[in-house]
């Protein structure tokens, strides 16, 4: 299991990013996948949930109506569109997918800063 995130970087207050985790290794396309982030100094927090199929998904509050969690199955691919960033959305980004065990990624840097 391979789980490549991409996308992280500086930007200011109000702004966007979009985060992009590519699969490999398993079959993406029959399990669910998920997005965490840790901050620095703190626990690693769930932020988003996406089905297998796409259709099902759930938020962190905090991120709710802000944050989109989708992904292409064609392309083994999960994406997190992230719209009106805060500072307190800073922190590296994780992919993850469960399966016997948790996999993750190596992490993108995401700093939410003027």
């Known amino acids: 299991v391979q789980l490549v995130e991409s996308g992280g970087g500086l930007v200011q207050p109000g702004g966007s990013l979009r985060l992009s985790c590519a699969a490999s290794?398993?079959?993406?396309?029959?399990?669910?996948m998920r997005w965490y982030r840790q901050a620095a100094g703190e626990e690693r927090e769930l932020v988003a949930t996406?089905?297998?199929?796409?259709?099902?998904?759930n938020y962190l509050d905090s991120v709710k109506g802000r944050f989109t969690i989708s992904r292409d199955n064609a392309k083994n691919t999960v994406y997190l569109e992230m719209n009106s960033l805060k500072p307190e959305d800073t922190a590296v980004y994780y992919c993850c997918v469960v399966r016997t065990r948790y996999y993750w990624g190596q992490g993108t840097q995401v700093t939410v800063s003027s």
């Open positions: 290794g398993f079959t993406f396309s029959i399990y669910g």
């Open positions: 996406i089905s297998s199929g796409g259709s099902s998904t």
